[in-house]
């Protein structure tokens, strides 16, 4: 019977890291925070915990600087509460943004409305000046001299006509 024996290696805790400088590519660019475990395999199943290996890892070349535990612990920590901080931002930003959205709606339904009320009684004084003119001056504007007038004089006239039941 054969018994096989290894190790494996599982890579947790990743936490981008900004602005540090490569010094194998020379380039200021985003890093990785990682912790690498290694196990102890028998069968190849995780029997115990053998060590952690903590490193920087430059995105651009790959290249790894290794950290030792006192000084993973408060880097994580310290980008984390960065990230959190950038989270929080966020979410203030968008609940403006969601604010000023509504002021915005609201805003506009009331400005539909006052445009609505503003045609209706536009409309309605189109009407009342038409509904004095006799038939042969609204049949003349309506078929004739449609484009000289504005368009709620022609709904007014035509809504007149029909009244009149003349079309």
């Given amino acids: ?35 690498t475990i290694k196990y102890f395999t028998l069968f190849r199943f995780r029997v115990f915990r053998l060590g952690t290996r903590y490193h920087l890892d430059c995105k651009i070349c790959n290249y790894s600087e290794s950290l030792a535990s006192a000084e993973y612990m408060p880097l994580k920590a310290k980008f984390e509460a960065e990230e959190n901080e950038k989270e929080q931002e966020k979410a203030e930003k968008l609940q403006l943004i969601e604010d000023d959205l509504i002021r915005i709606n609201t805003q506009k339904q009331a400005i539909e409305s006052i445009k609505q009320e503003q045609a209706h009684t536009e409309l309605s004084d189109w009407v009342s000046m038409v509904s004095g003119k006799p038939n042969n001056e609204l049949l003349r504007i309506y078929y004739r001299e449609r484009f000289k007038y504005p368009p709620e004089m022609i709904v007014a006239v035509q809504s007149q006509l029909r009244k009149r039941r003349l079309i």
């Fill in 1 to 35: 019977m054969a018994i096989i024996l290894g190790t494996i290696e599982s890579r947790i805790s990743q936490v981008i890291v900004n602005s540090k400088k490569c010094p194998k590519c020379l380039y200021i660019s985003k890093w990785e925070l990682k912790s």
